[in-house]
């Protein structure tokens, strides 16, 4: 994918980055919101998934012209609805749709990564203390590869988003300039380098 909300992918690096400041967490996402980090990723979280819900999503930018997929399905182009049919708005519905589950997946893994930031800090801290640091590096490894896991399953969310989006591009002439999402985009999530332009 090539362009996600400035917000959310902001979010989505600093989540790993804040959790090595926070307090060491037990292993499931529900304690962590006891700490004070915990409450403010989650409602960072719950902000940004209520943005994806309600406000307009930016597809991307064409010579510095946005393009937007509105709540209720239109496509905003500068600002401006484009004239579509019923066919048209449920291809874009369902492009919004396949968007905001690929972007409140890369929240789930951005939560996902706080919490083994700070799992891990805490792991250090407690193996420091007890003098018992052989199994940390094993046992962080095996949650990493599990994060790893779950980041995968976004780039297999990627092939359904590229044929609507070829469709969208097919059937609304004025957002085949916007469709900038290709195969290599899915070969590059598969290798753990997406890039965002």
Same mark, same amino acid.
């Given at each position: ?34 700490? *004070?980090?915990?409450? &403010? !990723?989650? %409602? +960072? ?7 994806? =819900? ?42 919004? *749709?396949?968007?905001? &589950? !690929?972007? %409140? +997946? ?7 990564? =706080? ?83």
């Amino acid at each position: 994918m090539k362009k996600l909300d400035t917000c959310l992918f902001a979010l989505l690096l600093c989540l790993p980055l804040a959790a090595c400041g926070g307090q060491p967490s037990s292993s499931t996402a529900t304690e962590t919101a006891d700490t *004070t980090l915990g409450k &403010k !990723v989650r %409602e +960072a979280t719950d902000e940004a998934r209520r943005k994806l =819900a309600t406000e307009n999503i930016s597809v991307s930018r064409n010579n510095g012209v946005k393009a937007e997929i509105t709540p209720a399905g239109d496509l905003l182009i500068d600002g401006k609805a484009v004239a579509i049919d019923d066919a048209q708005r449920k291809l874009l519905l369902d492009y919004r *749709t396949q968007i905001v &589950k !690929v972007a %409140e +997946a890369g929240i789930d893994v951005g939560v996902q990564g =706080a919490n083994l930031g700070m799992r891990a800090a805490g792991e250090a801290i407690k193996g420091i203390f007890s003098g018992d640091t052989d199994k940390i590096e094993e046992r962080v490894n095996a949650e990493a590869k599990r994060l790893e896991e779950s980041a995968l399953k976004i780039c297999e969310q990627m092939p359904a988003m590229l044929a609507t989006q070829q469709q969208l591009a097919t059937a609304v002439p004025e957002f085949k300039p916007y469709a900038t999402m290709d195969q290599d985009d899915i070969e590059e999530c598969r290798k753990g380098s997406v890039t965002l332009r």
